[in-house]
């Protein structure tokens, strides 16, 4: 085994997103943070590969597209870097639902996911560099929770939007917020609704680290 390869890796989250941030803390992960600059336009994605996307491609590709333009300002590697990449959406009957362009969009959005189910996909890269053997591993998931609203009047819908928290919200809600009450149940991760499937991420983080370790 080569020197170094056993190395705990520099860990870069490459989101600016509080609650992304949150979620690496709580599962006791230390990192920094490197936002990427990359195009989240669904519009200019499709123009660019040329096709209707689904929502888990959608997520897969940015999440795989901001690991990799922050890969790039590194001029080189001397130790082993870990990138850490998500992009969440809303989608209900694979309508995708980003975030709100006013308070009247934003009404329209909430008044299409009440009284029931809707999906959130999270798509996640994790870019692993081990500098000592020269390669790079990536690996590039989603994953999918299904979310249940109850039934809401026009006036409780108001009543939401008016509170300010739908702003700048995919699919114009946060389920950690005041919008918890409307919430009659999910399948899935919860943490995958705030933003990253924290329990996943780790897991094929330390695994992705582990092989890492082992190459001769």
Known sequence: MKEGQNEEPRIILASGSPRRKEILHAHGIDYEVIVSDVDESLDRLEEQLGRKCMPWEIVTELSRRKAMAVFETFDNINKSLMIIA??????????????PKDKKDAEH??????????????GVTLLFAHPHNGGIEMNNFYEKT???????????????VSTGESDDKAGAYAIQGIFGRYITGFEGDYENVVGLPGKRVTMEMKQMIKRGGMVE
């Open 86 to 99: 998500a992009d969440t959406l809303v989608a209900c009957d694979e309508v995708v639902l980003g975030k």
């Open 109 to 122: 959005m909430i008044s299409m996911i009440q009284g029931r189910a809707h999906q959130v996909y999270t």
């Open 146 to 160: 299904d979310v249940h609203v109850k039934e809401m009047t026009k006036e409780e819908i108001a009543e939401y």
